[in-house]
T-cell receptor, first 112, second 114 residues
Framework: DAKTTQPPSMDCAEGRAANLPCNHSTISGNEYVYWYRQIHSQGPQYIIHGLKNNETNEMASLIITEDRKSSTLILPHATLRDTAVYYC?????????????FGTGTQLKVEL | NAGVTQTPKFQVLKTGQSMTLQCAQDMNHEYMSWYRQDPGMGLRLIHY???????DQGEVPNGYNVSRSTTEDFPLRLLSAAPSQTSVYFC?????????????FGSGTRLTVV
């Protein structure tokens, strides 16, 4: 699985958009970008994933650059409950035992 | 739907004791995995299973055993607990194709070995 690089921490004001970047310059053609988050002491929660097109669901939007070497997770209106560690993971959709390789992620702190 | 259920939520063991961490899912997911998380670190894969009767080692398998006799259950056994196994353990499951929902994680078991 390709390695990812994320900033260790970010701050965001409540109500504003939180933009979390991820670099994955060694991503291969059949690897997807997945985002999970982990709110303090809880199990990780799936947020969104994509291959090359931008994706949006009820939680967030995922913007993947045309060369697929980086992506941005966007929380459009961050709330205090979005304070969590956000993990960017690159992997194939199937195969490889469906393993997830977690890095250290980005600690997002949403403040009033 | 209960999702992924882990028991117990908390456990204290003495060095050398053995125990089993339970994990059950009711979503008919083929894939199940065990991760451990230590302070300030990301999750590390211990063991995983791609279906009943099939298991394989992850990144940090030493000191742990698993079995997958049914689709629903994937217990993790600590053979002889050591202080280095003090951690938070998460079980996760997914369909073969992760599709819309990716992996579903349990709420964790917090284990302390003294």
């Amino acid at each position: 699985d390709a390695k990812t690089t994320q900033p260790p921490s970010m701050d965001c004001a409540e109500g504003r958009a939180a933009n979390l970047p991820c670099n994955h310059s060694t991503i291969s053609g059949n690897e997807y970008v997945y985002w999970y988050r982990q709110i303090h002491s809880q199990g990780p929660q799936y947020i969104i994933h994509g291959l090359k097109n931008n994706e949006t669901n009820e939680m967030a939007s995922l913007i993947i650059t045309e060369d697929r070497k980086s992506s941005t997770l966007i929380l459009p209106h961050a709330t205090l409950r979005d304070t969590a560690v956000y993990y960017c993971i690159v992997r194939m959709l199937t195969g490889g035992g469906n393993k997830l390789t977690f890095g250290t992620g980005t600690q997002l702190k949403v403040e009033l | 739907n209960a999702g992924v259920t882990q028991t117990p939520k908390f456990q204290v063991l003495k060095t050398g004791q053995s125990m089993t961490l339970q994990c059950a899912q009711d979503m008919n997911h083929e894939y199940m995995s065990w991760y451990r998380q230590d302070p300030g670190m990301g999750l590390r894969l211990i063991h995983y299973s791609v279906g009943a009767g099939i298991t394989d080692q992850g990144e940090v398998p030493n000191g742990y055993n698993v079995s997958r006799s049914t689709t629903e259950d994937f217990p993790l056994r600590l053979l002889s607990a050591a202080p280095s196994q003090t951690s938070v353990y998460f079980c996760a499951s997914s369909k073969v194709r992760q599709g819309t929902y990716g992996y579903t994680f349990g709420s964790g078991t917090r284990l302390t070995v003294v």
